[in-house]
Structure formats: structure tokens, C-alpha cells
């Protein structure tokens, strides 16, 4: 069982140029797609989050269970749904505007327990900002990684949110230590302002950065830097990619049961790149498509095999 910790939300994607054009209400919040992603490509995964009981809130859910996630470790409250009001740029391109006061999500509390059977736990985007819940995230993060539970971390940083940028970085440095592997976009790497040497050197098996239609890099503690192109496509918006590869990574990882710290340290050049192609074609399905539609396991094939060495460790 993999589980992903995280805000569900409604995205309003505008229907066309211009300002006053209509917005489509969709499904999202970063947490929210990795988890359809997993339950797409066939990983069995649970969403842990607090959900408001409105119409929105109902919708969420549906989304989750239609792609096969567990949602018995959701929490639910009468407070409304966040939204986020998004804006496409000519290259496809997201960018969002937050409606998050008073919102449901952000009462999260940390669960007593975890599903039974999870071997991984996945962090990130608004859900490790904004307070109270913040901090619930980040005890469960914490705690989870001290039970020997591997974790994933895409902080995809959303600077509107975040009112003091040097607080935010000084937390995220102190998340560490507690994850495993670190997915984030070069955008993200260019605001936090680190290295991906430094931030392994801090405690992450592994860092995986994304350059948009460029490809993927992934840094690695024992030194070693390889890299894959993206793959070629007509890209309708890029709403969900990032969500799609840290599901597409950890899926690949579960399917080939290496989802430990020592087993990340393991994989060699050969293991990374089958990984980073496969995480990259996942993406681009879902940037061939409108709003965040990640693809099932049919579209995207199997991820690929590991070495023996790789599967024994």
C-alpha cells in the first residue's frame, strides 16, 4: 500500500483566452493526482486528507474511488472545498490563484495509524504550508520516516502561498532527514535556493528534478547524476505532469519491490533510466490532455525491471 498524504481540491480551468471566459470546475491539489495516478497504473494506494462534505468535497471522493484508491483514512468536515483558479499559458503552462480560507483541508489531523500494509508515504504541495493542518503533515512525515517507512516528497512550491519565503526554506531543510526521495520541478529547485548535493547530503536516497519537456535528472547519494529526455508531445496543458511523475516513480518502484532507502542506493544507471523513460511517458500522456488526467496502466505500459541485485536488496 502506498499512501498519499495531501490536500484534495478543485481546480476552475479557464475555457479560453481572455479573462472573463468560463472556468471548468476539475478535480486536483497535487496529493490529490498522485494518488489517482498510483490507483490508475494499478498501485494499491490510500488517500490521507480531510475532505469538506459539499458537493465538491463529494466529487473528490468519487474521483478517488473511481480510480481505485482506499479512501477510509480520509477525514471529512463541513467547511468548504479549496479552490484554485488556474491560468494557461501559451506553452500549456499552470499557474493558480489559492481560495483557501476556512477550507476543509486544512484541519487535517494526524491519523492514530496508517493503513495496514503501507511501505510508502507520499508529501507535498499546499497541505505542508498551511497551518494548522501543516504541522499534522509534517508529525506524520516525521514519524512515519522513524518507523523505517519509505517517503516521498514533491514540495511543489506554490510562492502565493507561502508568506515568509526564508521560513518556508528553513522547514523544508528540516523535512530531510525524514524523506527518502525528493521529486521536485527546476523551478522549485531555483526558489529553495539548494543543490541537489546539499539536499542528499541532508538525508534523501535519491533527488529527482524535472525540466518541463526537457526530461528528468535524477542525483543520487552515491554521486551519480543520470539523466532521460522528455518524450515528444502536443501538449494541451501541463496541469497534473508533476504529479504524474512522482506516481509513475513510486509505482515503478513498488512493482519491482524497491521501495527502501538501501534498494534506491542500489539502482545503477540502466535502473534509472528505464524508471526516469517510464515516468516521462506517463507525463506526456498527461500533458496531451486537458486539466489532470494521468494515464492508466494500459496507456503507459509496464514500468521496467530491475536488476537482481537491485530486487534482492
Request: glycine fraction near 12%; charged fraction near 20%.
Amino acid at each position: 500500500m502506498i499512501v498519499v498524504a495531501g490536500e484534495a481540491l478543485i481546480d476552475l480551468v479557464p475555457q479560453g483566452a481572455g479573462v472573463l471566459v468560463e472556468l471548468r470546475p476539475a478535480r486536483g491539489g497535487g496529493p490529490y493526482n498522485t494518488a489517482v495516478a498510483l490507483g490508475r497504473l494499478g498501485s494499491p494506494t490510500s488517500f490521507c486528507s480531510r475532505v469538506s462534505y459539499d458537493v465538491y468535497g463529494e466529487a473528490l471522493l468519487a474521483g478517488l474511488r473511481e480510480a481505485g484508491v482506499d479512501v477510509a483514512a480520509v477525514q471529512r468536515g463541513p467547511e468548504p472545498t479549496t479552490l484554485a483558479l488556474a491560468s494557461i499559458g501559451t506553452d500549456g503552462s499552470a499557474r493558480y490563484s489559492f481560495y483557501v480560507e476556512g477550507s476543509a483541508d486544512r484541519l487535517f489531523v494526524t491519523p492514530d495509524r496508517l493503513p495496514e500494509g503501507t511501505r510508502a508515504v507520499s508529501f507535498g504541495t499546499c497541505s505542508l504550508v498551511l497551518e494548522p493542518g501543516a504541522s499534522a503533515y509534517e508529525k506524520l512525515l516525521h514519524t512515519t520516516a522513524a518507523q523505517g517507512v519509505f517517503t516521498a516528497l514533491d514540495p511543489n512550491i506554490r510562492p502565493g502561498l507561502i508568506p515568509d519565503a526564508d521560513a518556508y526554506r528553513a522547514r523544508f531543510h528540516s523535512w530531510l532527514p525524514s524523506v527518502s526521495l525528493l521529486k521536485l520541478s527546476e523551478e522549485d529547485a531555483r526558489w529553495l535556493g539548494g543543490t541537489p548535493r546539499l539536499w542528499l547530503d541532508s538525508g534523501p536516497a535519491a533527488v529527482v528534478v524535472t525540466h518541463g519537456g526537457e526530461g528528468l535528472t535524477v542525483h543520487t547519494r552515491v554521486g551519480g547524476r543520470h539523466s532521460v529526455p522528455g518524450e515528444k508531445t502536443d501538449v494541451v496543458d501541463t496541469i497534473g505532469a508533476g504529479d504524474t511523475v512522482n506516481a509513475a516513480l513510486l509505482h515503478g518502484l513498488a512493482a519491482r519491490d524497491a521501495l527502501s532507502d538501501a534498494a534506491v542506493a542500489a539502482l545503477g544507471a540502466e535502473d534509472w533510466a528505464g524508471l526516469l523513460r517510464f515516468a516521462a511517458r506517463a507525463a506526456a500522456i498527461t500533458c496531451s490532455r486537458a486539466g489532470a488526467q494521468p494515464p492508466y496502466a494500459a496507456e503507459v505500459g509496464e514500468p521496467p525491471s530491475l536488476a537482481p541485485e537491485v530486487r534482492e536488496g
